[in-house]
Protein backbone atom coordinates (compact mmCIF):
# COMPACT_ATOMS: atom_id res chain seq x y z
CA UNK A 1 0.00 0.00 0.00
CA UNK A 2 1.22 3.45 -0.35
CA UNK A 3 2.83 4.87 2.35
CA UNK A 4 4.39 8.88 2.95
CA UNK A 5 6.63 9.77 5.43
CA UNK A 6 7.90 12.64 6.87
CA UNK A 7 11.43 13.47 8.50
CA UNK A 8 13.22 16.78 9.09
CA UNK A 9 10.91 18.20 11.83
CA UNK A 10 12.53 19.74 14.96
CA UNK A 11 13.19 22.42 17.00
CA UNK A 12 14.37 25.31 16.24
CA UNK A 13 14.67 29.51 17.72
CA UNK A 14 12.36 31.78 15.74
CA UNK A 15 14.63 32.96 12.47
CA UNK A 16 16.04 30.00 11.76
CA UNK A 17 15.29 27.40 9.16
CA UNK A 18 14.31 23.48 8.63
CA UNK A 19 13.75 21.66 5.30
CA UNK A 20 10.95 19.07 5.81
CA UNK A 21 11.52 15.70 3.98
CA UNK A 22 9.02 13.72 2.38
CA UNK A 23 9.40 10.01 0.93
CA UNK A 24 6.97 7.82 -0.78
CA UNK A 25 6.77 4.18 -1.44
CA UNK A 26 4.15 2.77 -4.14
CA UNK A 27 3.46 6.55 -5.33
CA UNK A 28 5.60 8.67 -7.46
CA UNK A 29 5.71 12.37 -6.99
CA UNK A 30 6.16 12.86 -10.91
CA UNK A 31 2.70 14.09 -11.66
CA UNK A 32 -0.48 14.99 -9.41
CA UNK A 33 -0.95 17.34 -6.58
CA UNK A 34 1.17 17.19 -3.62
CA UNK A 35 1.13 19.20 -0.57
CA UNK A 36 2.44 20.08 2.71
CA UNK A 37 -0.25 20.37 5.89
CA UNK A 38 0.06 21.54 9.47
CA UNK A 39 -2.37 21.04 12.41
CA UNK A 40 -1.20 23.65 15.22
CA UNK A 41 -1.75 22.74 19.01
CA UNK A 42 -5.48 22.76 19.49
CA UNK A 43 -6.46 23.92 15.93
CA UNK A 44 -7.96 22.53 12.61
CA UNK A 45 -5.38 20.97 9.81
CA UNK A 46 -4.09 23.53 7.58
CA UNK A 47 -3.01 23.77 3.96
CA UNK A 48 0.42 25.35 4.11
CA UNK A 49 2.19 24.43 0.24
CA UNK A 50 1.11 22.38 -2.40
CA UNK A 51 2.53 21.65 -5.84
CA UNK A 52 1.06 20.49 -9.24
CA UNK A 53 2.63 18.34 -12.22
CA UNK A 54 0.41 17.24 -15.14
CA UNK A 55 0.44 14.36 -16.11
CA UNK A 56 3.34 15.04 -18.79
CA UNK A 57 5.58 14.88 -15.87
CA UNK A 58 8.78 16.82 -17.07
CA UNK A 59 10.09 19.21 -14.70
CA UNK A 60 7.37 21.91 -15.00
CA UNK A 61 5.02 22.61 -11.72
CA UNK A 62 3.05 24.72 -10.56
CA UNK A 63 3.33 25.74 -6.71
CA UNK A 64 0.67 27.55 -4.55
CA UNK A 65 1.29 28.95 -1.01
CA UNK A 66 -0.84 29.98 1.99
CA UNK A 67 -0.39 33.38 3.12
CA UNK A 68 1.30 32.18 6.10
CA UNK A 69 3.51 30.55 4.27
CA UNK A 70 4.57 33.14 0.85
CA UNK A 71 7.68 34.38 0.90
CA UNK A 72 9.46 32.21 3.70
CA UNK A 73 8.20 28.32 2.42
CA UNK A 74 9.53 26.58 -0.53
CA UNK A 75 7.80 23.66 -1.58
CA UNK A 76 9.84 21.53 -4.39
CA UNK A 77 10.30 17.76 -5.43
CA UNK A 78 12.97 15.75 -6.55
CA UNK A 79 11.60 13.25 -8.97
CA UNK A 80 14.84 11.15 -9.00
CA UNK A 81 14.63 10.71 -5.45
CA UNK A 82 11.05 10.65 -5.30
CA UNK A 83 11.24 12.57 -2.51
CA UNK A 84 9.20 16.05 -1.62
CA UNK A 85 10.86 19.09 0.46
CA UNK A 86 9.65 22.06 2.27
CA UNK A 87 11.87 24.37 2.62
CA UNK A 88 11.24 26.61 5.84
CA UNK A 89 13.19 29.95 6.63
CA UNK A 90 12.33 32.88 8.73
CA UNK A 91 10.70 30.58 11.26
CA UNK A 92 7.96 31.78 13.46
CA UNK A 93 6.64 30.53 17.00
CA UNK A 94 3.42 30.64 15.25
CA UNK A 95 5.08 27.96 12.93
CA UNK A 96 5.08 25.45 15.62
CA UNK A 97 2.72 22.72 14.26
CA UNK A 98 2.66 18.81 13.00
CA UNK A 99 3.32 19.03 9.61
CA UNK A 100 2.13 16.30 7.61
CA UNK A 101 2.70 15.89 3.70
CA UNK A 102 -0.17 14.26 1.29
CA UNK A 103 -0.44 13.73 -2.43
CA UNK A 104 -3.12 12.52 -4.77
CA UNK A 105 -2.40 11.52 -8.10
CA UNK A 106 -5.39 12.98 -9.94
CA UNK A 107 -4.32 16.79 -9.51
CA UNK A 108 -5.74 19.38 -11.45
CA UNK A 109 -6.51 23.04 -11.01
CA UNK A 110 -8.10 22.41 -7.60
CA UNK A 111 -4.36 22.07 -6.10
CA UNK A 112 -4.47 25.62 -5.53
CA UNK A 113 -6.92 25.42 -2.82
CA UNK A 114 -4.70 23.22 -0.68
CA UNK A 115 -7.76 21.45 0.77
CA UNK A 116 -7.26 18.90 3.11
CA UNK A 117 -10.24 16.65 1.57
CA UNK A 118 -8.98 16.21 -2.05
CA UNK A 119 -6.25 14.32 -0.92
CA UNK A 120 -5.63 10.50 -0.85
CA UNK A 121 -2.51 9.73 1.07
CA UNK A 122 -1.15 11.20 3.96
CA UNK A 123 2.10 10.26 5.73
CA UNK A 124 2.24 9.94 9.61
CA UNK A 125 3.50 13.70 10.39
CA UNK A 126 6.92 15.44 11.64
CA UNK A 127 6.74 18.12 14.52
CA UNK A 128 7.95 21.45 14.22
CA UNK A 129 8.42 23.43 17.36
CA UNK A 130 9.70 27.19 17.38
CA UNK A 131 10.66 28.57 20.33
CA UNK A 132 10.88 32.50 20.62
Known amino acids: QVQLMESGGGSVQAGGSLRLSCTAS????????MAWFRQPPGKEREGVAALYTGYTGGAGSSTYYADSAMGRFTISRDIAENTMYLQMNRLKPEDTAMYYC????????????????????WGQGTQVTVSS
Open 26 to 33: LYTFRSGC
Open 102 to 121: AADPAGGSWCRHIDRADYTY
